[in-house]
């Protein structure tokens, strides 16, 4: 039986080993902590600085049924934006399912890992860990797949007298509570999602929340029309629509949620050009007067800020929400490079100089969507590559889609070390999905039930259509679609409602509407004569 090392145990690495178990593989999870849940995982920073980690307050920007594991649908009473303690509560319930953990060993760090290089063992990996008694164990492996995501290093960009500053500096990456903060003057560098919910958060206690953008943002909330989960409506039909129409929808609805040129939050680039700001609050916050919009820094003083357009604002406090960097401290440059937080990936998986192909990276991809799906179509891939059911082209075609990805990224995107990993959802689904052989065949679908063809390419685009068939069909992938919606609506069962909608109510206005414009008419007229 061949093994497989894990090298994390979030939601990358928790579905790599499922999906190594389900290829007959013997995986071994390597966790450095002592908990499964990875960034989902709630922890004090002065305990874990080096891990990456939630804030107190985080809520996930992804519906539970749109980041939902392909054969885990999450349980209708889950709320369906949930807090990270709920999300940890899925991927525990995930792991207990499927009997994940025993395959896991905690407060084991990886030193290192490289390739064997004894003739005898040519092809595998000798990995290198440390446990928590301090004990050094070296280990063969036949392939490893990389599950440590990209939120653990922090990007310090250097920033003109910050050194200078005398207050409190820090990272979003070591931020968790707002209570520190009370009754300060804050300043919040950035406009991504961790510096708009660090924020949002901040101004619950500070006494102001100063927020720097250099380019502005698109806020996108988190819910729709009638308060219903907005990422439901992207649907397979609507993925096929042209970037430049989607942008248009995109332009309209979001200025309708807020308008982004009074808000001063307007950006010159288009909705689809730049990972968007999931924020629901952000706009009440700058409304309130709580949150104040400033443009890039100048320069720090021992106790202030100047800014581009000439202003200067006293502030106690910085927080950088300047992103992270991707690195991979264990492996060699020789194995996998990173230049400018960019890394030759064949579909951002596999090293395309690594033959065999035996080492996989899972879950170093942003999409406009939740991340977990994705990293788990990636590990169902991996897995049945490893075990030979799957094989990948040449070294040269493997670079020649590299290339090109990376080149239609700085046509669409605006240049930023944070659009090296950006995928779109769907289209990115379909294309590992082809690889693996579990891409619906909707042709067959549509004339086999055309009710459940437009369900699945006019609804919501769910995780689980690619367990419809193929390897690691699910008989329960349907059920898990057409009832979908009852798991969306169960949370809100909370108060039960008696009154009627009113709809005489509304008739009578309307009727009236008739004979008072017939009245202001008549007296406009007898006014006239």
């Known amino acids: 039986m061949l093994k497989v090392a894990?090298?994390?145990?979030?939601?990358?690495?928790?579905?790599?080993?499922?999906?190594?178990?389900?290829?007959g593989l013997q995986p071994t999870c390597f966790e450095i902590s002592s908990d499964i849940g990875g960034l989902w995982r709630y922890r004090d920073c002065d305990k874990t600085p080096d891990l990456a980690c939630v804030f107190k307050s985080t809520v996930i920007n992804t519906s539970k049924e749109v980041m939902a594991f392909s054969d885990f649908p999450p349980p209708g009473k889950s709320p369906n934006y949930m807090h990270n303690s709920q999300v940890l509560k899925y991927f525990r319930m995930y792991a207990e399912k499927f009997d994940l953990c025993r395959w896991i060993r905690f407060n084991t760090s990886v030193i290192s890992v490289q390739r064997a290089e004894e003739t005898l063992h040519q092809g595998k990996w000798r990995v290198d860990s440390r446990n928590g008694d301090g004990e050094e164990v070296s280990e063969l492996f036949d392939a490893v797949m990389v599950c440590t995501g990209h939120h653990a290093i922090p990007n310090r960009p250097p920033l003109e007298g910050l050194d200078l500053f005398q207050g409190t500096k820090m990272h979003t990456h070591e931020y968790r509570k707002p209570a520190q903060f009370e009754d300060e003057r804050v300043l919040v560098v950035g406009i991504g999602n961790s510096a708009g919910d660090a924020a949002v958060d901040l101004s619950h206690v500070t006494s102001k929340v100063f927020l720097s953008t250099r380019r502005g943002a698109w806020l996108m909330p988190r819910t729709g029309v009638a308060g219903l989960p907005g990422d439901l409506k992207f649907s397979r039909a609507l993925s096929l629509a042209p970037i430049g129409m989607v942008n248009n929808i995109l332009e309209k609805e979001l200025q309708q949620y807020v308008d982004h040129n009074l808000y001063g939050l307007r950006p010159n680039h288009r909705p689809m050009s730049a990972h968007p700001t999931v924020n629901d609050s952000l706009p009440n916050r700058i409304a309130n007067g709580l949150v104040i919009i400033k443009p890039d820094i100048k320069s720090f003083t021992?106790?202030?800020v100047h800014f581009e357009d000439g202003s200067f604002e006293d502030i106690d406090a910085v927080i950088l929400g300047t992103g992270f960097v991707i690195q991979f401290p264990f492996l060699s440059d020789k194995i996998l490079t990173v230049d400018q937080n960019e890394?030759?990936?064949?579909?951002?998986?596999?090293?395309?100089?690594?033959?065999?192909?035996?080492?996989?990276?899972?879950?170093?991809i942003q999409p406009l969507g939740s991340t977990i799906p994705l990293a788990e179509m990636q590990a169902r891939w991996a897995a049945r590559i490893f075990k030979g059911h799957a094989k990948l082209p040449s070294r040269e075609s493997m670079l020649v889609d590299i290339d090109r990805k990376r080149l239609e990224m700085r046509k669409r995107y605006i240049t930023s070390q944070r659009h090296t990993i950006q995928v779109d959802f769907l289209p990115y689904m379909d294309e590992i999905a082809r690889e693996i052989g579990v891409k619906p065949n909707f042709t067959k679908m549509f004339f086999r039930d055309t009710r459940f063809w437009a369900r699945n390419v006019f609804g919501p685009a769910l995780n689980y259509q690619f367990r419809l068939e193929g390897p690691g069909k699910w008989e329960g992938a349907r059920e898990a679609i057409e009832t979908y919606w009852e798991r969306v609506v169960a949370p809100f069962g909370t108060r039960h409602v008696t009154t009627s909608p009113h709809k005489r109510r509304g008739r009578s206005v309307k009727l009236?509407?008739?004979?008072?414009?017939?009245?202001?008419?008549s007296y406009w007229v007898l006014k006239r004569a």
């Open 6 to 23: 894990i090298i994390g145990a979030g939601a990358s690495g928790l579905t790599s080993i499922k999906s190594c178990l389900e290829e």
């Open 302 to 304: 021992a106790t202030g």
């Open 343 to 364: 890394v030759s990936l064949y579909k951002f998986v596999f090293p395309p100089d690594q033959a065999p192909p035996t080492l996989a990276v899972i879950g170093l």
């Open 512 to 521: 009236l509407i008739i004979p008072l414009t017939m009245l202001l008419i």
